[in-house]
């Protein structure tokens, strides 16, 4: 199941969360197929102005971070290049589109692979 995170400032996220929430499954789907639509979750955090510190200071205009869960075996498969550039580009685009393009240069997409067995649902290891 692919999971993102993204951790913005409150007010680049505030009125834009629906479109925000579509844009980024859209992204996902784009590359991974319809059948990825329905278990794409997106969870939006939103930070106050000044608890996003950057160098030891609050940071004035941090770009958001996204943190994207996805199975670990997609990165040993050959085409393993190709979907990891889809998906950040499009998770960069789908943030910048939604939120504003002088946010682009600093988003960063993490892609966090989970091997089986290490992700659970309900109490039990998940077997997807």
Do not use: N, S
Not at 18 to 28: C, D, G, P, S
Not at 63 to 91: H, K, N, S
Request: net charge negative; hydrophobic share 45%; charged share 20%.
């Amino acid at each position: 199941m692919p999971h993102l995170t993204v951790h913005a400032l409150e007010r680049d996220l505030a009125g834009r969360e629906a479109a925000l929430i579509e844009a980024l499954t859209e992204a996902v789907v784009a590359v991974y197929g319809e059948w990825v639509r329905g278990i794409a979750e997106v969870q939006l955090v939103g930070l106050p102005a000044g608890r996003w510190g950057i160098g030891g200071k609050p940071a004035e205009a941090p770009a958001p971070r996204v943190t994207f869960g996805i199975r670990e075996a997609v990165f040993g498969r050959p085409d393993a290049d190709q979907i990891v550039r889809r998906l950040i580009a499009g998770v960069t685009d789908a943030v910048a589109a939604v939120c504003g393009e002088h946010l682009r240069p600093g988003v960063t997409v993490d892609l966090v692979g989970a091997p089986d067995g290490r992700t659970g649902v309900g109490g039990v290891p998940a077997t997807y």
